[in-house]
DNA sequence: GTTAACTCATACACGACTGTTCGAGTTAGG
DNA sequence: CCTAACTCGAACAGTCGTGTATGAGTTAAC
């Protein structure tokens, strides 16, 4: 029985260990969405057994990763000031949340191949309604265009970075070029009149 | 000995096989990735050792399948006249472009999984050649913005249509809509002056 | 210090996929 | 019609993945 009922009463080591599968989970799932299981618990320096004490399925520990990474996201875009200018605001935040999204771009792929359709969409939910009411407000204000939908453009801000992230890692792409290339795109895709 | 020296003395039933093979492999690949040889074969009404018998692995498979779909989109992109104005060029770039590059983002997917890295690069290049070379007569005539790299405002046009197709794909875009989505999107994202 | 919690290597059952072999049946093509 | 080409199902070997069981060793915690 190497799994405890109450989280509470777990030891201090076991709690320092689930930790570490975490963090191996995301860098691992965000390099490759097949990694296996195996290799999450070698890069985490634990045995494969003990990450299924800790995790009863594959799909759990993915879960569980991605709701780990999007409460980094969250709280990251808590911390930034989005009030001002909304193109600004776009840069600021196209700018702090470049890294984290080009590193989990991989783990959402795992998520959506591995859990329940829809599930992936409902656990993204909290931070992307941050980005969807900076759009929508650029567009009250007139200075984000109307004739095409916040969600599109939404969309659109995510397609332009997870490629571009794909792109970074393959090499085809300067990571220290990226943040501006992606950002000053989507603005022209996003600014009204033309 | 299944596997003839020349192609030239094969029997046209064979030939047809392999012609069925091919397509079913690009439907399959394009719908999934990680489909499955078995899957392939039984989707071409096919066996799985005569697939074999006509491609030594998956791989080989997976290369013949991709270099299909870009002759097609050679052929789709050498009948189209894109000598006018950069704008409406693209827009029938895209329109005509669309349905094909949607059904085989997926494949291009399971090739870069499959194949060396590169490969898939080198044999892309025909088509996104003349993509490629459009995007710089806009640059050229000042009519698309130069501040931003071609191949970069080239990646843009990749980005948005493979996730837009990804998102018709898993319905929360509406078929019909996308391609003028995309094509009001990156000319926003290609224009000069803001 | 004692105990319960925890870790870990080994090993197993199970399924999926790839690629190959065999032998028998079918068919195109001269 | 005759032969070589082709097809096919069944079965096999080998790999890799997940998830479970065991049992012995280690360590936190009271």
């Excluded at 030891?11 to 097949?34: F, K, M, S, Y």
């Excluded at 840069?91 to 792929?109: D, K, M, N, P, T």
């Excluded at 939404?154 to 490629?163: A, C, E, N, Q, R």
Aim: charge should be neutral; include cysteine.
């Amino acid at each position: 029985m190497t799994r405890p009922s109450a989280k509470s009463t777990r030891r201090a080591d076991a709690q320092h260990n689930v930790e570490r599968i975490l963090d191996a989970a995301v860098a691992c799932l965000g390099r490759d969405p097949d990694a296996s299981v195996s290799e999450i618990a070698q890069a985490a320096g634990v045995g494969r057994v003990t990450l299924y004490g800790h995790f009863p399925s594959r799909d759990v520990l993915v879960e569980a990763a991605l709701a780990r990474v999007l409460a980094d996201g969250e709280k990251l875009l808590a911390g930034l000031d989005l009030t001002g200018d909304p193109q600004d605001a776009l840069r600021v935040l196209v700018g702090s949340s470049w890294l984290l999204i080009a590193q989990s771009s991989a783990l959402l792929e795992a998520a959506q191949a591995s859990l329940p359709p829809g599930r992936v969409h409902e656990l993204h939910a909290g931070p992307a309604r941050r980005v969807d009411q900076l759009i929508r407000r650029g567009q009250a204000e007139g200075i984000f265009r109307t004739d095409l939908p916040a969600s599109w453009l939404t969309s659109v801000l995510h397609y332009v970075m997870k490629g571009a992230a794909a792109d970074v890692a393959t090499g085809q792409l300067d990571r220290t070029e990226a943040p501006r290339l992606v950002s000053e795109t989507v603005l022209a895709a996003c600014r009204a009149g033309g």
